[in-house]
């Protein structure tokens, strides 16, 4: 029995024993280097904010802080926008060279009346266009998870300025293919276009000079984190009037209509510019109070 306890003793020992089972001693510098290679498995590092930061992964979560629910204004907005159509719909109609029989024809051709309704349907779509791209990015980062945070900007972007370019360029055809219903083309409709011109050209280069076209087109829905902390924009146009671009600078449309004297051109302006104010009190006021926390 001793025997036998002194044999198990001794066949456990060499187990314990320092000797057979070595212990490496970690220095201090790379005990310091696995801690932090732990907590940066466990802790996301922060995403730096600004447009020339690094791109964001596409995973990355929207601060609940700028956040506001979908369907706030939608309704409005869009209901809003339809009304402004058909009240244009029906002033274009009330013109002699415009009848309603041509316009309930399909929109084919190229004549004043096809231009026209194509103008009432372009301000539809690219408003549904931005208040849909600013919601689900400003909520969801939808653009920036799909394309990445430049390319998002992009896309979003490219679509702006393409719906942006089309409004003009069809309501300036509109207002050629049906021009001389109000009044003949002259020095003085030259004169009274010029009169609009002049405050349009000064927002625009307001715009382009102090705000920038990113900003007129809602770039702080992709970045609001960093938009919040820039200052107010208080110079040219901007520091005499609070809301310059939908104040003075829409008007802008209106200018082909009076230099042709076409009613369906002054027509599509109206309608333009007063959906552009719909858009604002419905959609972008709610947003900029969520992003801007009135600073």
Same mark, same amino acid.
């Given at each position: ?19 057979? #089972? ?51 204004? =939608? ?30 024809? +399909? ?7 096809? !231009? ?6 372009? +301000?539809?779509?690219? =408003? ?11 909520? $969801? ?28 360029? #069809? ?13 003949? =083309? ?39 984190? $960093? $938009? ?48 552009? !104010? #719909? ?17």
């Amino acid at each position: 029995m001793l025997a036998m306890r002194a044999t198990h003793i001794s066949y456990r020992e060499p187990l314990l024993s320092p000797s057979l #089972v070595p212990i490496r001693k970690i220095s201090r510098i790379e005990r310091r280097h696995r801690l932090a290679h732990l907590r940066n498995r466990i802790v996301a590092p922060r995403a730096a904010s600004g447009p020339d930061a690094a791109e964001a992964t596409p995973d990355d979560s929207q601060s609940t802080e700028f956040s506001v629910p979908f369907w706030t204004g =939608q309704a409005p907005h869009f209901l809003g926008v339809v009304a402004l159509a058909a009240s244009a719909l029906a002033l274009a109609r009330s013109g002699d060279a415009l009848s309603a029989e041509r316009l309930l024809e +399909p929109l084919i051709g190229t004549s004043g009346c096809d !231009w026209f309704r194509l103008g009432l349907l372009i +301000p539809i779509l690219h =408003q549904m266009m931005v208040v849909i791209s600013w919601r689900v990015q400003l909520n $969801y980062k939808s653009l920036t998870r799909a394309f990445g945070k430049q390319g998002g900007q992009v896309v979003f972007f490219t679509c702006f300025t393409a719906f942006a370019v089309a409004r003009f360029v #069809v309501t300036v055809t509109a207002s050629i293919r049906t021009s001389g219903v109000l009044w003949k =083309q002259g020095a003085a409709a030259y004169a009274a276009a010029a009169v609009v011109a002049v405050p349009f050209v000064y927002v625009l280069h307001s715009v382009f000079k102090y705000l920038g076209f990113q900003r007129l087109a809602g770039v702080d829905h992709f970045d609001p984190e $960093y $938009y919040r902390k820039q200052d107010v924009v208080n110079e040219g146009a901007f520091k005499h009037l609070k809301n310059p671009i939908y104040t003075l600078g829409v008007l802008g449309l209106l200018i082909p209509g009076i230099a042709t004297g076409s009613l369906e051109g002054i027509a599509l302006g109206l309608y333009q510019y007063l959906a552009l !104010w #719909v858009l604002y009190f419905s959609i972008e006021r709610v947003d900029m109070a969520a992003i801007y926390k009135n600073t």
